[in-house]
């Protein structure tokens, strides 16, 4: 393997001198044999880890027997993986895409579609400073990410930005072109911060008694990522629509919208794509479902988010550190210092192994491990943690 041949590859970001050969489970190994014990599985995708068996096996069995026939057709694990979704939540029906992206919009469609329908073409959906929802000109637009107002404007109109975890910057917005309020229940980009069961259920009481959509995005939250199948639940409310997306494919292209039979407006010709729900696909998605709620995963799940936690917290009280937040295994460390893109430098470079982590900020450090991440792998990152720190803040 050679980086010889990288200058092909537009430059959309900077990369590391390594190119990944194989995974398994947590670990992943670059061309020179070096392994990698990874925190991040490709921003929350990996649910299953590297190379699952699951996921292989549901590969290798579907591209046996159909792999795209259309979406113009219906095909069975389409259909099955529907089911299965609608089952485990408050929803009726789905819609799948290739990217949490374009699942938010479809979502942005939907529900501008519902305000033309119920409410006088109303078309403005409300969402948060600091959120992000994807990297198309709708989704940017919708994202409250600094800076990306400008980046390819004009922006797409009808997002205004309330706080997060502020119920009254929410209602100082709404107005009668108001049609939804769509939020991450953890803001993953943003910093890793948690709505607050108080703030998710008061927008639904405020949605409702406004008579506009609650929309929530899940993403990253989504498929168990933070303790629970879907992170709405966690507040015990329902919303009207939910976008999924990263580990609902366990690392394939997979994505879906989910609405209430009352939402689902979309009349025929209003939303498609050419491989959106093929069989290849949405076969992965049936094996994660199925392995997620298979008896005693979710235990685990929170088992090791509570590990996690724990272990954060006691590296923030040795360091002086501001502490720990997140979800399940959605969770960051704040620093008390902009040096975490340092510490993620040296834990790649770490050697015998290496540690993959990401600072989505400068004084914070990102954690999405596998859902079945070891709790021996799990005891070898705050190890391996400990010893950054002391290194890069001593430095």
Same mark, same amino acid.
């Given at each position: 393997?050679?980086?010889?041949?990288?200058?092909?590859?537009?430059?959309?970001?900077?990369?590391?001198?390594?190119?990944?050969?194989?995974?398994?489970?947590?670990?992943?190994?670059?061309?020179?044999?070096?392994?990698?014990?990874?925190?991040?599985?490709?921003?929350?995708?990996?649910?299953?880890?590297?190379?699952?068996?699951?996921?292989?096996?549901?590969?290798?069995?579907?591209?046996?027997?159909?792999?795209?026939?259309?979406?113009?057709?219906?095909?069975?694990?389409?259909?099955?993986?529907?089911?299965?979704?609608?089952?485990?939540?408050?929803?009726?029906?789905?819609?799948?895409?290739?990217?949490?992206?374009?699942?938010?919009?479809?979502?942005?469609?939907?529900?501008?579609?519902?305000?033309?329908?119920?409410?006088?073409?109303?078309?403005?959906?409300?969402?948060?400073?600091?959120?992000?929802?994807?990297?198309?000109?709708?989704?940017?637009?919708?994202?409250?990410?600094?800076?990306?107002?400008?980046?390819?404007?004009?922006?797409?109109?009808?997002?205004?930005?309330?706080?997060?975890?502020?119920?009254?910057?929410?209602?100082?917005?709404?107005?009668?072109?108001? $049609?939804? @309020?769509?939020?991450?229940?953890?803001?993953?980009?943003? =910093?890793?911060?948690?709505?607050? %069961? !108080?703030?998710? +259920? /008061?927008?639904?009481?405020?949605?409702?008694?406004?008579?506009?959509?609650?929309?929530?995005?899940?993403?990253?939250?989504?498929?168990?990522?933070?303790?629970?199948?879907?992170?709405?639940?966690?507040?015990?409310?329902?919303?009207?629509?939910?976008?999924?997306?990263?580990?609902?494919?366990?690392?394939?292209?997979?994505?879906?919208?989910?609405?209430?039979?009352?939402?689902?407006?979309?009349?025929?010709?209003?939303?498609?794509?050419?491989?959106?729900?093929?069989?290849?696909?949405?076969? $992965?998605? @049936?094996?994660?479902?199925?392995?997620?709620?298979?008896? =005693?995963?979710?235990?685990?799940? %929170? !088992?090791?988010? +509570? /590990?996690?936690?724990?272990?954060?917290?006691?590296?923030?009280?040795?360091?002086?550190?501001?502490?720990?937040?997140?979800?399940?295994?959605?969770?960051?460390?704040?620093?008390?210092?902009?040096?975490?893109?340092?510490?993620?430098?040296?834990?790649?470079?770490?050697?015998?192994?290496?540690?993959?982590?990401?600072?989505?900020?400068?004084?914070?450090?990102?954690?999405?491990?596998?859902?079945?991440?070891?709790?021996?792998?799990?005891?070898?990152?705050?190890?391996?943690?400990?010893?950054?720190?002391?290194?890069?803040?001593?430095?």
């Amino acid at each position: 393997m050679s980086l010889a041949d990288t200058n092909y590859l537009m430059d959309i970001t900077t990369r590391p001198d390594l190119i990944f050969k194989k995974g398994e489970g947590s670990w992943l190994e670059d061309q020179h044999g070096k392994r990698y014990l990874d925190m991040l599985q490709g921003w929350a995708v990996n649910c299953l880890g590297h190379n699952p068996q699951p996921i292989i096996e549901a590969l290798t069995t579907q591209s046996h027997l159909l792999i795209n026939p259309s979406p113009a057709f219906y095909n069975q694990p389409m259909i099955d993986l529907a089911k299965r979704l609608c089952s485990a939540s408050c929803f009726d029906q789905v819609f799948f895409a290739n990217s949490g992206a374009e699942a938010n919009e479809g979502a942005i469609k939907l529900a501008r579609k519902w305000g033309q329908k119920h409410r006088q073409g109303a078309y403005k959906i409300i969402s948060f400073e600091h959120a992000f929802h994807g990297r198309t000109l709708a989704t940017m637009s919708l994202s409250g990410k600094a800076g990306w107002d400008k980046l390819f404007a004009p922006q797409v109109d009808g997002f205004p930005k309330a706080k997060y975890n502020d119920i009254d910057s929410v209602k100082a917005l709404i107005d009668e072109q108001t $049609v939804a @309020v769509m939020l991450e229940p953890v803001q993953g980009e943003g =910093g890793v911060i948690p709505a607050s %069961r !108080e703030f998710m +259920q /008061q927008l639904r009481q405020l949605t409702e008694e406004r008579g506009i959509l609650l929309i929530v995005d899940e993403v990253q939250t989504g498929m168990g990522r933070c303790g629970s199948l879907f992170a709405y639940q966690l507040a015990e409310i329902e919303p009207d629509i939910m976008t999924l997306g990263k580990g609902i494919g366990g690392g394939v292209p997979l994505s879906a919208l989910l609405a209430k039979t009352s939402v689902s407006v979309f009349d025929h010709g209003d939303q498609g794509g050419t491989y959106n729900g093929n069989p290849l696909m949405t076969a $992965v998605g @049936v094996a994660v479902f199925d392995t997620l709620m298979a008896d =005693g995963f979710m235990d685990g799940v %929170r !088992e090791r988010a +509570q /590990q996690l936690s724990e272990g954060l917290l006691k590296l923030s009280d040795k360091w002086g550190f501001k502490g720990e937040r997140g979800e399940g295994l959605l969770r960051s460390l704040v620093l008390d210092g902009e040096y975490a893109p340092a510490i993620v430098e040296q834990a790649r470079n770490r050697s015998p192994e290496g540690l993959l982590l990401n600072a989505p900020r400068p004084n914070l450090l990102r954690f999405m491990p596998a859902l079945n991440i070891s709790k021996e792998d799990l005891d070898f990152c705050l190890v391996c943690l400990d010893e950054l720190i002391a290194q890069v803040r001593g430095a």
